[in-house]
């Protein structure tokens, strides 16, 4: 018997034991959750509560403004304020459309759209990267008719299309390659259009001059993925007015944020892509590598678009 108690006693000591120590554990938490809900209770009192999405929404962009005033006061100072392992959460979505989809195939290669009902007949699409997968590019011809226009100077991708010309039927749509790269491919003075794949120097533009060489004068969504290079691309595209001037829509782009100096440059094309009224509507983390994100913009104009195309609606002139 003796025997049999012993366990029981040293159970029960253990018990008391852990007991005391969860006590300990959560004494100093609930005491500084006590100051964080008194200090918050103060902040908040006397405010309106939200009720309207448009009150939420102000709320929503309100916060993302005062990161970008913290950061364009002091660079520096922001970026050593957030840890390296919050800074990847630190933007998110500000507004929402009437309608979002997420085209293409389930984990890395589908991009999320906003409003694609209010898409104009034959809409453009300029997909920078192809890499590995088209499915992305190949639903937003198939579900929506859109023109898509591929881009990609990848001697391995060139080799896949082999019909340059002509393009490619899909659906109701048409997808277009060409083996051009988005330019400029760097910042470092003498090397911005230098880009070398496989040993190969391969062709490279600007935006508004591959939009000049189809004839194009709008570009309904822009997609970026081009590992690495949407940094200097996206400087250029919002210094010369190509949003403005392209009518975008769209932009989604894959930040690949591999370095934690591209941190600051990350946060300033935020900043100023809410400049041109460009507002985040979606992130999603790339499911291999949770460095690379995919942010996804809209212009505000678009989401105050229709609802619905309506069956027979005219073209707009390109």
Not at 108 to 119: E, F, I, Y
Not at 147 to 175: I, K, M, T
Request: one cysteine or more.
């Amino acid at each position: 018997m003796i025997h049999r108690l012993r366990p029981i006693r040293a159970a029960a000591a253990g018990g008391l034991g852990l007991l005391l120590f969860c006590s300990a554990c959560t004494a100093g938490p609930t005491k500084r959750f006590a100051d964080v809900i008194r200090g918050k209770d103060l902040a908040y009192r006397g405010n309106k509560t939200l009720r309207t999405n448009p009150e939420i929404q102000e709320k929503r962009r309100a916060l993302q403004a005062s990161l970008l005033e913290e950061y364009s006061r002091s660079p520096e100072a922001f970026i050593r304020r957030i840890p390296k392992k919050d800074r990847n959460f630190l933007f998110d979505a500000v507004v929402d459309g009437q309608t979002m989809m997420r085209v293409g195939r389930p984990g890395d290669g589908g991009k999320w759209v906003c409003n694609p009902q209010a898409l104009e007949d034959h809409a453009v699409v300029y997909s920078f990267g192809v890499g590995e997968d088209i499915s992305f590019d190949t639903d937003m011809a198939g579900l929506f008719g859109c023109q898509v226009y591929l881009f990609d100077p990848n001697p391995v991708v060139a080799e896949s299309f082999p019909s340059l010309e002509s393009g490619y039927s899909c659906g109701a749509g048409r997808l277009f390659y060409s083996p051009i790269g988005l330019g400029p491919v760097s910042s470092e003075k003498g090397r911005e259009w230098d880009l070398v794949i496989k040993g190969r120097k391969c062709a490279t533009k600007s935006l508004r001059d591959i939009a000049l060489s189809l004839h194009h004068s709008r570009v309904d969504v822009l997609k970026i993925d081009i590992e690495g290079g949407e940094f200097s691309s996206l400087h250029d595209i919002l210094s010369s007015g190509a949003l403005g001037a392209l009518d975008v829509k769209m932009v989604l782009v894959e930040f690949h944020l591999w370095d934690s100096g591209l941190f600051g440059d990350f946060v300033g094309l935020v900043g100023a892509m809410a400049k041109e009224d460009y507002w985040l509507y979606r992130k999603e983390f790339n499911p291999i590598n949770i460095h690379c994100a995919e942010y996804a913009f809209v212009k505000a104009s678009f989401l105050d678009a229709g609802p619905d195309r309506e069956p027979g609606r005219p073209e707009r002139p390109r």
